[in-house]
């Protein structure tokens, strides 16, 4: 009775040292190095030298662990955004957080995609939407204007982040983008007059500057709300 009791104490601290914090973090690395495909609890459970009951132990299953690890990504970068500021430059501080973090690990914009009700979605309208109103926009509009923020915001990322996985990364992105410029350019004029035209700025244009571009774009809009 008392071996076995101790075994039951030995299985507890094992338990309580591996925390959920911990198997996030792991979770993370993997989804980052190899993609959500490889998340699965036999690899965690070789990353972290344990055995997959002990991570049961703290997580459900795949889905839940995924959901803490975008909760987890998105929460580091809202706590990075500061308050008290202007509220416009605080909207484009979140949009660059979010869209450095779906850059840095582009699984984040196709679960935040998948479930759009869950927490981490949560918090990126929360913040939008205090800096709405603080910024004075009427309450009646201030839910479509922070939809439209939060929609642009991961839709674009979201994109951005799918369309470089789609390219090797050895890919050199001037020349790759130098390539589509000449298909572009070699379209009829007549009938693609405005791709003929921003043809030559294709291969140098800087994604994220684009993106935030948009963000001004909006936040311009938003200003003339009455």
């Known amino acids: 009775m008392v071996l076995m009791a101790t075994k039951a104490q030995r299985a507890e601290r094992r338990a309580d040292a591996l925390s959920k914090e911990r198997i996030v973090a792991a979770a993370i690395e993997i989804l980052d190095a190899s993609g959500e495909s490889a998340l699965t609890f036999r690899a965690l459970a070789a990353r972290l ?17 995924l959901i803490a690890a975008t909760d987890d990504v998105i929460a580091r970068v809202m706590t990075e955004v500061v308050s ?4 416009q430059e605080a909207i484009r501080a ?3 957080g979010v869209f450095d973090a779906i850059d ?5 914009g196709t679960q935040v995609s998948r479930e759009p009700w869950q927490f981490a979605m949560l918090q990126i309208l929360e913040g939008v939407g205090r800096q709405l109103q603080a910024l004075g926009v009427p309450e009646q509009a201030q839910f479509n204007c922070a939809s439209a923020l939060v929609n642009y915001i991961l839709g674009l990322a979201g994109q951005y982040a799918a369309a470089a996985r789609l390219i090797p990364r050895e890919t050199d992105r001037s ?4 390539t589509a ?3 572009w350019a070699q379209l009829d004029p007549a009938q693609y007059p405005f791709v003929h035209q921003v043809a030559a700025q294709l291969p140098e244009h800087d994604d994220r500057e ?4 948009g ?8 200003t003339t709300v009455q």
Not at 175 to 178: G, I, N, V
Not at 215 to 222: K, S
């Open 84 to 87: 008290g500021g202007e509220p």
């Open 175 to 178: 020349a790759f983008l130098a």
């Open 104 to 108: 840095a690990h582009p699984w984040v």
């Open 49 to 65: 030298t344990t055995g997959s009951g002990a991570i049961y132990w703290h997580v459900a299953g795949k889905n839940k662990l």
């Open 215 to 222: 963000i001004d774009l909006i936040l311009a809009g938003i």
């Open 181 to 183: 410029a000449a298909r």
């Open 210 to 213: 684009q993106f935030l571009a």
């Open 94 to 96: 979140i949009a660059r």
